[in-house]
C-alpha cells in the first residue's frame, strides 16, 4: 500500500490539469466502468478528470478501453454525427430554428462542433505488439480513419473501398456535405509499449514512458506535446529538438505520421534494457544504475551467477581472471541488474533415431555407443529376454487382456490421427447437446461468457472444458486443476453437468485414412459405457479396461492425451515434478516398463552376480603405444546401473 499512497500524495499536490481515461489493466469489471484509476481523480477533484464513458470533449473524442468493439464503433458514430451538423462556435446549426438547437444541445449535452482527433487505449489491427509480432485481432483501424475538414465535417471511410462505415449509426439531423477538401484527424492511442505510427494511417501509439521490459530494448520513448487551440495538432518544439551531432532526433523513427514527427520530446527515464555475449563482451558505457543488462555466455565459462569465478580451466594461471568477470563486478558496484544465462547448445544423439528402436535393437545400439565389452552386452541381452517372457506369462489364452493388447507390436507405421469434431452433452458448462467442428480450424483461440456470475469475466464459461473434451473422450481423463493450492484431475463428479445425470463425450475423426468414433458415457459414480468403432467395425469389448486398451494401441490415444492437450498447468507441473512423477510422466510416451524390470531382474538374478570390465590405459616409458589392460571380475550387484 505504501508505493500507492506515495502516489496519491505527489497526483494530489498537481496544480496541472490532467485528463485520463482508463486501460486494459485499470478495469475491474467487465463493462470497465468501474476501474482503478478512481482514488487518483478522489485524490485532486480539482485539477484530475477521468472520463470513465467515451467523452467529447474539446475537439476530441476520449475512448477509455472497451472490450466490447461495439462500445467503440458507436462512440465513434455518435461523435462523427455530433460534428457534422455544421454548428457554429456556439453550437448553433445553421438549419435548425433556436429551439430545435436548444433541445439537441439539451438532449446531447456540450458537444463539438469540429472533431479534430481521437484520443483511445485500443488494441488496433496492424499494430506493432513489439518489435516482431503485429496485432491480428482487435479493432479495424478503419473505424479511426476518420475524415474531416474545416468546415466541421466528418465522416468515417473504408481505408479499402471508400464506403461510409458510420453512414447507419448517425443521427437523423445531421446534414449532408459534398465538399471534398477532407482530412484524415489523428488518433493517438496507448496499450501497446512501442512508440510507432500503424502503416498507412494516421493512427499513433504514443508508448510507455520507459523501457518496461527486455522486448522493448533500444526502442526510444518519448512525449508527445500537443496543442488543443490548434486542433490537437502536434506542438512546435523546434526549440526543444534533440540533437546528436547532425542528425535531429525526434523519439522513435517508427512514428512515422509527420504531423507530430517533431513534437516528441526524448525521453531518457527509467531502466533501459542492454544485451551483451561473451566472455569477452563489454559493457555498454552509457549504462547507469538501474538499468538491466543480459549477459550470455558459453557454456565453458567459469563465472557463476553472481560474477564470480566458480572454477579454475587452467593450473598454470590460478589468478587469471575472465574480462567478463571483472566486467560483471563492475557493473553490479554501479548498481546495474546483470543477468548471466548460458548459450544453449545443441548436442547430437548419442543413439540417432533411438525412439524409432524397440528395446532389443536401442539395447543393441547402447553396446556399440558405450563400446560395451562381448560378455556385459551378452548379459544384458539375456536379462530383455527373460523379461520379454515374463510379460508373456500376463497374457492370456485368447490374447484379449490388457497386457495383451499392450504387448502387442505395431508394424511400424506411423499413426496419422485427424480430429474431426466433438460432441458434448451434460459434460462440464454443456448442459445442453453442442457439436463443434475440429477438422481444418487452423489456429483458434477459444473465448467465453460467463453469464451466470458477470465478475467472473470468461473464467468458468467452459473454454477449457471444451478444449480437453476429445482428451476425455479418448482417455477417460482430464489436464489438472489448481483446487485450494494443489493439482488434480476433474473426477466424475466434476465432469457431469449439474442438474444433468450423466456426462456424454464423443469424438470422432479418422486415424490412416480409417473413420473412428469413441463414445464415453459417465454418471457421478461409475463409467456408464465406452464404445468404441474403428473403419466401420465396433471394436468394443468386454469391458471398459479392454476397450481403452484398444483405443490406446489403435489411435495411440495416451500418447495423444500427453503431447495433443496441454491445459494451463500441464508445462509447470513438469517442470516442478520429482524425478519419480517425471519418469511417470515421460513412461507414458516410450517403453519404460522393460527397463524397469531389467533393473529388478538384475537385483533379483539367481546368480546373484554381473560381469565388472576394468579397463585401464597406460603409456610405455616413451610416452607412445598406448597399451591396454582389461580385467574381467566377477562381481555382485554391478550390472544395475549399466541396466
Excluded at 455544421?86 to 458537444?111: F, I
Excluded at 526502442?219 to 526549440?239: I, M, N, R
Excluded at 508394424?411 to 496419422?416: E, L, R
Amino acid at each position: 500500500m505504501e508505493p500507492l499512497v506515495d502516489a496519491l500524495t505527489e497526483i494530489g499536490t498537481w496544480s496541472v490539469p490532467t485528463v485520463m481515461i482508463p486501460g486494459n489493466h485499470d478495469q475491474v469489471t467487465v463493462g470497465g466502468e468501474l476501474h482503478a484509476l478512481t482514488p487518483l481523480e478522489k485524490c485532486n477533484p480539482t485539477n484530475v478528470k477521468v472520463f470513465t464513458k467515451p467523452t467529447l470533449w474539446r475537439n476530441a473524442l476520449w475512448l477509455p478501453y472497451r472490450r466490447d468493439q461495439r462500445v467503440l464503433k458507436e462512440a465513434v458514430a455518435e461523435a462523427v454525427g455530433f460534428t457534422t451538423r455544421d454548428g457554429d462556435a456556439n453550437g448553433n446549426v445553421a438549419n435548425e430554428t433556436s429551439s430545435e438547437t436548444e433541445k439537441n444541445k439539451k438532449r446531447d449535452g456540450p458537444y463539438s462542433t469540429h472533431l479534430s482527433a481521437v484520443m483511445c487505449h485500443a488494441d488496433v489491427v496492424g499494430a506493432s505488439m513489439n518489435e516482431s509480432f503485429q496485432a491480428r485481432d482487435g479493432i479495424s483501424p478503419d473505424l479511426f480513419n476518420i475524415c474531416s475538414s474545416v468546415d466541421g465535417s466528418a465522416d468515417v471511410r473504408d481505408v479499402t473501398t471508400g464506403a461510409d462505415v458510420a453512414a447507419g449509426l448517425r443521427t437523423a439531423n445531421k446534414t449532408a456535405n459534398t465538399k471534398t477538401n477532407k482530412t484524415t484527424i489523428p488518433t493517438y492511442t496507448g496499450h501497446y509499449h512501442k512508440p510507432h505510427t500503424v502503416p498507412g494511417t494516421r493512427i499513433t501509439y504514443v508508448g510507455s514512458p520507459y523501457q518496461v521490459s527486455r522486448a522493448e530494448r533500444g526502442q526510444q520513448k518519448a512525449l508527445l506535446v500537443l496543442d488543443a487551440t490548434l486542433g490537437w495538432a502536434g506542438a512546435s518544439l523546434e526549440s526543444l529538438k534533440s540533437i546528436n551531432e547532425n542528425e535531429t532526433q525526434f523519439g522513435d523513427p517508427a512514428v512515422t505520421d509527420g504531423e507530430i514527427k517533431k513534437s516528441l520530446i526524448p525521453l531518457d527515464i527509467g531502466p533501459r534494457h542492454f544485451s551483451v555475449t561473451g566472455e569477452l563482451g563489454v559493457l555498454p558505457q552509457d549504462a547507469r544504475a538501474g538499468d538491466c543488462v543480459r549477459w550470455t555466455l558459453p557454456l565453458s565459462s567459469a563465472i557463476g551467477l553472481g560474477g564470480s569465478v566458480v572454477k579454475k580451466t587452467k593450473k598454470d594461471d590460478e589468478n587469471a581472471e575472465s574480462p567478463a568477470c571483472a566486467a560483471i563486478a563492475d557493473a553490479m558496484k554501479q548498481g546495474i541488474e546483470v543477468e548471466i544465462t548460458y548459450e544453449q547448445v545443441a548436442r547430437p544423439a548419442r543413439i540417432p533415431l533411438a525412439e524409432e528402436l524397440g528395446p532389443n535393437g536401442l539395447y543393441d545400439a547402447y553396446c556399440v555407443a558405450a563400446d560395451l565389452p562381448r560378455e556385459v552386452a551378452e548379459f544384458g541381452k539375456e536379462i530383455l529376454r527373460d523379461v520379454a517372457a515374463g510379460i508373456a506369462k500376463r497374457a492370456d489364452a485368447d490374447g484379449t487382456s490388457v497386457a495383451s493388447l499392450q504387448m502387442q507390436n505395431a508394424d511400424g507405421t506411423q499413426k496419422h490421427v485427424s480430429l474431426h469434431r466433438v460432441t458434448v452433452q451434460g459434460f462440464g458448462a454443456f448442459s445442453n447437446k453442442t457439436c463443434y467442428p475440429l477438422r481444418n480450424r487452423g489456429v483458434c483461440a477459444v473465448v467465453g461468457d460467463n453469464r451466470n456470475d458477470r465478475c467472473s469475466d470468461s473464467n468458468g464459461a467452459g473454454k477449457t472444458t471444451l478444449v480437453m473434451a476429445p482428451m476425455w473422450a479418448l482417455t477417460g481423463k482430464t489436464d489438472s486443476r489448481i483446487d485450494q493450492g494443489s493439482q488434480k484431475s476433474l473426477t466424475k463428479t466434476d465432469v457431469v453437468s449439474d442438474g444433468s445425470a450423466k456426462a456424454v463425450v464423443t469424438v470422432g475423426g479418422t486415424v490412416n485414412g480409417k473413420a473412428f468414433e469413441v463414445t464415453r458415457i459417465v454418471s457421478r459414480t461409475k463409467v456408464v459405457s465406452l464404445t468404441y468403432q474403428l473403419d466401420g467395425f465396433d471394436k468394443t469389448l468386454a469391458d471398459s479396461r479392454l476397450t481403452q486398451a484398444a483405443i490406446n494401441l489403435d489411435l495411440g490415444a495416451s500418447i495423444i492425451g500427453r503431447v495433443a492437450f496441454h491445459g494451463q498447468h500441464t508445462v509447470g507441473s513438469l517442470l516442478d515434478a520429482n524425478d519419480g512423477a517425471l519418469k511417470s510422466a515421460l513412461g507414458e510416451l516410450v517403453e519404460a516398463e522393460t527397463w524397469s524390470l531389467a533393473k529388478a531382474r538384475i537385483s533379483q538374478s539367481p546368480r546373484s552376480a554381473s560381469i565388472l570390465v576394468l579397463r585401464m590405459d597406460y603409456y610405455d616409458q616413451k610416452g607412445a603405444f598406448p597399451r591396454t589392460i582389461t580385467l574381467t571380475v566377477h562381481s555382485y550387484q554391478s550390472l544395475i546401473h549399466m541396466v
